[in-house]
């Protein structure tokens, strides 16, 4: 598991735009692939976003189709989520994590931990 911090997280109006930033620390994660992941009050956490450790191939879940995009520097050991149209049911704590596991419909997390994450409101 690679140690990440998050940021880039506040509170939007609807319509509005979020770029969330993942920096690796202490290690780098450029043969990992990465996942985005969020997480809303009484909800369970779900996954949003992966990325493979090229940036080639990338997957998303249905709700933010079009309208995230997830890509990654591994030069800066550092992986993006560009958030577009935000909605109010985007209200969460977003997550990234490194490595992930991905099959044809989702990914999950092979850590044992999660970090702070960065909270992102859209107010409506």
């Known amino acids: 598991q690679v140690q ?32 985005w992941f969020r997480q809303a009050p009484g909800k369970e956490r779900e996954f949003v976003a992966g990325i493979s450790w090229t940036g080639s191939n990338t997957n998303y879940t249905d709700s933010v189709k079009g309208r995230f995009t997830i890509s990654r520097d591994n030069a800066q050991n550092t992986a993006y989520l560009q958030m577009n149209n935000l909605k109010p049911e985007d209200t969460a704590v977003y997550y990234c994590a490194a490595p992930i596991a991905c099959s044809g419909i989702g990914c999950y997390s092979l850590g044992d931990t999660w970090g ?3 909270q992102v409101t859209v107010s409506s």
């Open 4 to 35: 990440v911090v998050e940021s880039g997280g506040g509170l939007v109006q609807a319509g509005g735009s979020l770029r969330l930033s993942c920096a690796a620390s202490g290690r780098t994660f450029s043969s990992y692939t990465v996942g």
């Open 116 to 118: 702070q994450g960065t």
